[in-house]
Structures are given as C-alpha cells and as structure tokens.
Nanobody, 115 residues
Framework: QVHLVESGGGLVQTGGSLTLSCATS????????LGWYRQAPGKQRELVAR???????LYGDSVRGRVTISRDNAKNTVTLQMNNLNIEDTGVYYC?????????WGQGTQVTVSS
C-alpha cells in the first residue's frame, strides 16, 4: 500500500528548476511532519527539507536558499520547489512522513542535473 506518491522528477540542466510534489492521505498529512530526503549514488540519504504539521520548516545545509517547501492543505500535498540546481543535486528524492508511527517513505523520484 503506497501512502506517499511522488511526482515531478526528471532531467534538468545546471541552473534550472524543478518542482517535486508528494500526495498523501488526509490522515497522514494532518498528523505528520512531511519532507524530502535525497540519496546520491554512493552517499547516505540526507535531509533536503521538512515542514511540520504546524508549518515549521527545516532545510538541509546544502540546499538552503535554493529550495522552498510548502504544504497544500486542500490537496494533502507537500511541494518542493528547487532552483539553481547543480550537478551535486542529482539523486533519488524521497518523500517522507514522520510522526508518532515513525517514518514512512515514498518510492522515490529521480532528479538528474546535467551540465
């Protein structure tokens, strides 16, 4: 059963932009912090951005100033707007929900930044 459905990955050139979206159920949306992590080949998974159910936001150091995370309460969706992408942003991006039940993960969407 898929609880987090990601969309929006793809291929983009250096300096370009991408928007990732993650749709979930109303229950998961209202009761969890939602966020995005990424994993590059050969590297550990790292936080990109996270937003709590009350709207508190945390950005990863490597993306701060280039990404914006937001929640759409009407659509039960969390969106990640990424700008000024560079090759180091390449990886699989995973939607995450974190709450009292622990972590839930989406299946991941590939983001590839080319020069």
């Amino acid at each position: 059963q898929v609880h987090l459905v990601e969309s929006g990955g793809g291929l983009v050139q250096t300096g370009g932009s991408l928007t990732l979206s993650c749709a979930t159920s109303e229950s998961i949306f209202n009761n969890n912090a939602l966020g995005w992590y990424r994993q590059a080949p050969g590297k550990q998974r790292e936080l990109v951005a996270r937003i709590s159910s009350s709207g508190l936001i945390l950005y990863g150091d490597s993306v701060r100033g280039r990404v914006t995370i937001s929640r759409d309460n009407a659509k039960n969706t969390v969106t990640l707007q990424m700008n000024n992408l560079n090759i180091e942003d390449t990886g699989v991006y995973y939607c995450n929900a974190f709450g009292t039940s622990g972590h839930m993960w989406g299946q991941g969407t590939q983001v590839t930044v080319s020069s």
